[in-house]
């Protein structure tokens, strides 16, 4: 309360926000009761679970989701990536009909907005991995009111080389194009040539994308989450993210490196998430 009058913000305990004392809760006992229910076959103790409940702040709000007291969570902000993400699809879970979590990065740049996938689950996506992300990522990318011009990227263009990974994006392209063909979507092609139309239509003509792709799908973790932090630590553009894709909610797992206004900005979206669900 001192350091919100100390800040001057207009805003009110029990009305627009609560505090929570995992030491001194009357719901204690529910949660870790819940919390074990689901993990007891996995190794969790009624011991162990109790003392989850009392110091795991990202299991407290996955059993909040879980059981309905809340739409949306933002967590992360210290330790692994991974670790959070585990809590989160243990009691939270996927999407219905969907095999895998992904993560997508966002940056707001001068010349138009960049979404890079997958920056921090899937450390080598297999094809039909890399079309799940891929069409899960452009529904994120609409709902940002942008029309998705997906680019799969590669060393390889348009089947210049025969590597592994270049074969991968190239199948996933065919499967792309065979599952949503409406989908502005091509590939496997170098990163130069999906941010430069004009270098594209030299290279190949015949391509379905036009313009500047927006949303760029990377073959592999390593290539994915060094473009972005490559990107973000040259000061190329406002970084927004990640945004987890796939959850059966709204949750979303941030980085140590996350600013303050970052976590707004992803709390904002969280909401909107949130209310979009319960619109549809």
């Not at 960049?114 to 992300?133: K, N, Q, R, S």
């Not at 009111?145 to 680019?151: D, I, L, Q």
Request: aromatic share 4%; glycine share 6%; net charge negative.
């Amino acid at each position: 309360a001192k350091r919100i009058e100390k800040l001057g913000l207009r805003l009110e305990q029990s009305t627009h926000f609560d505090v929570v004392n995992p030491e001194n809760d009357p719901r204690y006992d529910d949660y870790w009761r819940g919390y074990h229910t689901i993990m007891q076959r996995r190794g969790v103790s009624p011991d162990a679970a109790r003392t989850i409940i009392r110091t795991n702040t990202t299991v407290i709000a996955a059993m909040m989701i879980k059981r309905g007291e809340a739409d949306a969570m933002i967590c992360g902000m210290y330790g692994r990536y991974l670790e959070h993400l585990r809590h989160v699809l243990d009691i939270v879970g996927l999407a219905e009909g969907v095999l895998d979590a992904s993560a997508l990065s966002i940056l707001v740049m001068q010349t138009g907005t960049i979404f890079i996938c997958d920056t921090h689950v899937t450390y080598d996506p297999a094809v039909e991995e890399l079309v799940e992300m891929t069409l899960l990522s452009a529904e994120a990318v609409r709902k940002f009111g942008e029309t998705p011009k997906v680019a799969l990227l590669s060393h390889s263009n348009f089947g210049s080389r025969d590597t592994p990974s270049a074969i991968k994006m190239r199948q996933a392209v065919q499967m792309l194009n065979e599952q949503a063909p409406d989908l502005e979507v091509d590939g496997e092609m170098q990163a130069d040539v999906a941010l430069d139309e004009e270098l594209r239509k030299r290279i190949f003509p015949d391509s379905r994308l036009t313009g500047q792709a927006n949303l760029l799908i990377l073959p592999n973790l390593e290539a994915a989450n060094n473009a972005f932090n490559f990107l973000k630590s040259l000061g190329e553009g406002l970084p927004m993210g990640p945004i987890l894709v796939g959850c059966a909610s709204p949750v979303h797992i941030l980085t140590p490196s996350v600013t303050a206004r970052g976590i707004i900005n992803m709390a904002a979206l969280a909401v909107v998430d949130a209310q979009t669900r319960k619109a549809d």
